[in-house]
């Protein structure tokens, strides 16, 4: 390892730009680039929606706008190629987006909104800037560099003059590929994540309305009255219960619906209440194989109480429902109430009103099909979770992968661990 590679040295961005001129720039003013000048097609132009504050995605192609080539051409400054990276310097100033290999076009125009960098390659890589930038302490930099008050800005002096401690570019190129590495690891798991959600969706569609049924069942389906088939019960009149009386430990939780979270109840959020709040109505008092159902504010939120980590009664704006002797599996109500059947009917309720409560007697009216054979609603119902168990799997491998990249930025555009040499 020679002594340039043990070295980090300060720069300042204005020093690791490239030569041209327009290494550094702005993007056009306002009105030059206006909505009079969209296209459908053309060059595509970077507004403030195609960067995001989130490093795993380094430009959103959503809702590009294009324009002539002849219009485009009047911004040649503006102009930005592979390997150049963009920052938003009005509004939500903490974005920053790179245009990489994958980008579908080889040239964008920046709105006026954005400013662009364009590095030394024998300076800086733009991958380790990159991923520089979208580091908490650089993020917290741009912020604490904001000028105006209503509608933050960040200028290009400011830009200029910020200061980084950087490697060899040897160096750099292999931080940013390990960081890289970490980052489609990531991004593969969202995409698994959501090719398996859209499976889940058609599996509702198949499997709750009977169009496709699981071997060895072939009984007819049935409507299903909801109201009457339920005991349907939620806290009556609030019950005098006040947000002063919630606590932050106890034995006695207390469940609403800002507690759920992907169908189940998130209970290291929720509050809890005095014993003499839980006796107060037993009704309320939940159980497994409860579905629950929030009747005010986000109305139609369901969550499936699996199991409970001890006594728990129900928030105001909750329904709590459960069969009535048996006329149907819970989990299979809860599926089917998740799917665009319910969904259907809530809009139906809400069309040309503001609706924001969901009325018991609303319920009267909602009638479901599903099969006579109980133990049928059983087996859809575990295909269904099963599904879902594997998207919280996904899910957590997620959160574990996003929490050892961020650690790995940490240790590793600060210096604090170096990768080691590989021979040239």
């Not at 100033?93 to 954005?114: C, E, T």
């Not at 939780?253 to 839980?278: A, H, I, M, Q, Y």
Request: glycine share 8%.
């Amino acid at each position: 390892m020679t002594s340039e590679d043990l070295s980090w040295e300060s720069h300042k961005v204005a020093e690791i730009c490239a030569s041209a001129p327009n290494a550094l720039a702005t993007g056009p003013f306002g009105s030059a680039i206006g909505s009079r000048f969209f296209r459908d097609s053309g060059i595509p132009v970077i507004r403030g929606n195609n960067l995001r504050a989130d490093p795993e995605v380094r430009l959103s192609e959503e809702g590009l706008v294009f324009l002539d080539p002849e219009k485009a051409a009047e911004f040649e400054r503006s102009t930005v190629k592979c390997g150049d990276l963009i920052f938003t310097c009005w509004g939500t100033i903490n974005q920053i987006g790179l245009l990489d290999g994958s980008a579908r076009y080889p040239a964008y125009v920046i709105s006026n909104k954005q400013m662009k960098l364009t590095t030394n390659p024998q300076r800086a890589s733009t991958e380790f800037l990159y991923y520089l930038f979208s580091a908490p302490v650089m993020q917290h930099q741009i912020l604490q560099g904001a000028i105006g008050s209503s509608v933050p800005g960040f200028n290009l002096a400011r830009l200029r003059s910020i200061e980084l401690r950087l490697p060899s570019i040897r160096e750099q190129r292999r931080i940013a590929a390990a960081i890289a590495d970490a980052d489609s690891l990531t991004r593969g798991l969202r995409r698994l994540i959501a090719k398996t959600r859209a499976i889940k969706q058609g599996m509702m569609q198949e499997l709750l309305t009977g169009k496709t049924r699981l071997p060895g069942f072939a009984n007819e389906w049935r409507d299903l009255k909801v109201a009457s088939a339920s005991h349907l019960k939620a806290r009556i009149g609030w019950q005098g219960l006040t947000a002063a009386e919630y606590r932050s430990s106890g034995h006695y939780r207390l469940v609403g619906g800002t507690d759920f979270k992907e169908g189940r109840v998130n209970w290291s959020k929720t509050p809890f209440v005095d014993k003499w709040r839980f006796d107060q109505d037993q009704s309320i008092q939940l159980k497994p194989d409860d579905v629950l159902l929030t009747k005010d504010g986000t109305i139609g939120k369901v969550a499936f109480v699996d199991d409970l980590p001890g006594p728990a009664t129900l928030n105001s704006g909750v329904f709590v429902i459960r069969p009535r002797q048996a006329a149907y599996h819970p989990r299979f109500l809860y599926q089917l109430l998740r799917s665009r059947v319910f969904d259907e009917f809530v809009a139906a309720l809400s069309a040309g009103s503001t609706i924001n409560h969901l009325y018991q007697r609303d319920l009267v009216t909602l009638n479901l099909q599903m099969p006579s054979d109980l133990s049928e609603q059983e087996a859809i119902a575990r295909v269904l979770q099963d599904t879902d168990d594997e998207i919280l799997i996904l899910e957590r491998r997620l959160t574990s992968a996003r929490a050892i990249k961020q650690g790995m930025m940490q240790e590793l555009l600060t210096g604090r661990t170096r990768l080691p040499m590989q021979e040239d």
